[in-house]
């Protein structure tokens, strides 16, 4: 059996959930090929995937929303994206149709969630299922204009699969479908380097990890020493374009190059960061407080703050307040007004997909 995962290129987050998940598949079965297929940073993909063997094929089968920076987004850039996307879809499925018939297996399709992977599916005549926490009918509806074409479009695609593997924080993905609901996707905390551990655990400093996705966001230096009894932690991915010109402050360490925002986390108080679902999914997982800087413009920003006001004991930002430097560190955190969620979602997809195909191929 080959499990080719159309993966969104929108950000990191799809690709951490579905490390999370096929990581669970991996071990049910470990006879599957797995195939991950995306123009995600394949390096970003070695490391949440390490320890699954996979093949990466590289292409881009969605645009999702192109973005100005880590809060605010391009609509005229995105609606030209996806003008161009549809002229380039047409070689990508001969060339992806081709490369899978020729692996001669059976094979089902997972979408994170790009609609054009029902048309893949539709061309091998293979199963489709979907996981995700929205899709991309629900960002662009409420855009209006020009975008409802594409958000008709979307929901079409949608609606073609057999399945939906729904993740928490999630807006209303009203495809007609069958569905799992899931707690937590998330995977476990990998063990530090030896050397970096300690240097963590000899800090006397307040740990944050400070994460804003993949585009990063440009912060001030000084904006981190206004914190000094606090060390900030952030990925190597974001220090070239966000301290560029300037020195690190001393109270902040680029993550080694091996280890995962996730990895730290069981040693940090709190979360530096914007509405993202992987990055809710791990912090809540390991409890630590959410300083969250509220984004406008993208629908799921909105299920995810509400989502974050339930769940877990945070802090919601302005803009304002974190170009300021305002990032409430020192004050106790807002309690959350629900219970915490599981964290095993990714076993809970792992398994429900794993059900799901042994069914489908008997059908078949």
């Given at each position: 059996m080959l499990i080719y995962v159309c993966l969104s290129s929108h950000g990191f987050g799809h690709a951490a959930r579905q490390a999370?998940?096929?990581?669970?598949?991996?071990?049910?079965?470990?006879?599957?090929?797995?195939?991950?297929?995306?123009?995600?940073?394949?390096?970003?993909?070695?490391?949440?995937?390490?320890?699954?063997?996979?093949?990466?094929?590289?292409?881009?089968?969605?645009?999702?929303?192109?973005?100005e920076d880590a809060l605010g987004s391009d609509q005229p850039a995105?609606?030209?994206?996806?003008?161009?996307?549809?002229?380039?879809?047409?070689?990508?499925?001969?060339?992806?149709?081709?490369?899978?018939r020729a692996q001669d297996d059976q094979v089902a399709v997972l979408g994170d969630i790009p609609p054009a992977a029902a048309e893949l599916a539709s061309r091998l005549q293979a199963?489709?299922?979907?996981?995700?926490?929205?899709?991309?009918?629900?960002?662009?509806?409420?855009?209006?204009?020009?975008?409802?074409?594409?958000?008709?479009?979307?929901?079409?695609?949608?609606?073609?699969?057999?399945?939906?593997?729904?993740?928490p924080f999630s807006l209303a993905m009203n495809w007609q479908l069958p569905e799992v609901p899931l707690s937590?996707?998330?995977?476990?905390?990998?063990?530090?380097?030896?050397?970096?551990?300690?240097?963590?655990?000899?800090?006397p400093r307040i740990k944050v990890m400070v994460g804003f996705g993949g585009l990063g966001l440009s912060l001030q230096p000084d904006l981190f020493r206004r914190w000094p009894e606090h060390l900030f932690l952030i990925a190597p991915s974001r220090t070239s374009s966000q301290h560029a010109d300037?020195?690190?402050?001393?109270?902040?360490?680029?993550?080694?190059?091996?280890v995962r925002p996730l990895d730290v986390l069981p040693g940090c108080e709190r979360h530096l960061g914007k509405p993202g679902f992987s990055s809710f999914c791990e912090a809540m997982s390991q409890q630590v407080g959410l300083h969250v800087v509220e984004r406008q413009g993208f629908a799921e920003a909105e299920v995810l703050m509400m989502g974050l006001r339930r769940h877990a004991d945070h802090h919601c930002l302005s803009r304002e307040e974190l170009e300021a430097g305002a990032w409430k560190l020192d004050q106790p955190l807002e309690s959350a007004s629900a219970d915490a969620l599981a964290s095993d979602g990714a076993q809970m997809a792992a398994e429900a997909l794993q059900t799901s195909l042994r069914s489908l191929l008997k059908q078949g």
């Open positions: 999370a998940m096929l990581s669970h598949l991996h071990r049910l079965q470990p006879t599957w090929r797995l195939v991950v297929s995306s123009m995600v940073n394949p390096a970003f993909l070695t490391l949440v995937l390490r320890g699954v063997p996979l093949t990466q094929r590289t292409v881009r089968w969605d645009v999702g929303m192109l973005q995105t609606l030209h994206a996806l003008e161009q996307l549809q002229v380039n879809l047409p070689r990508q499925l001969d060339e992806e149709v081709a490369w899978i199963p489709l299922i979907w996981m995700g926490n929205f899709g991309w009918d629900d960002i662009y509806e409420p855009l209006g204009g020009a975008f409802q074409c594409w958000s008709q479009q979307a929901r079409e695609a949608y609606r073609r699969g057999s399945l939906l593997l729904r993740c937590l996707v998330t995977a476990e905390p990998r063990p530090l380097p030896a050397d970096f551990g300690a240097a963590l655990e000899r800090d300037a020195a690190l402050p001393a109270n902040v360490m680029v993550l080694p190059e091996q």
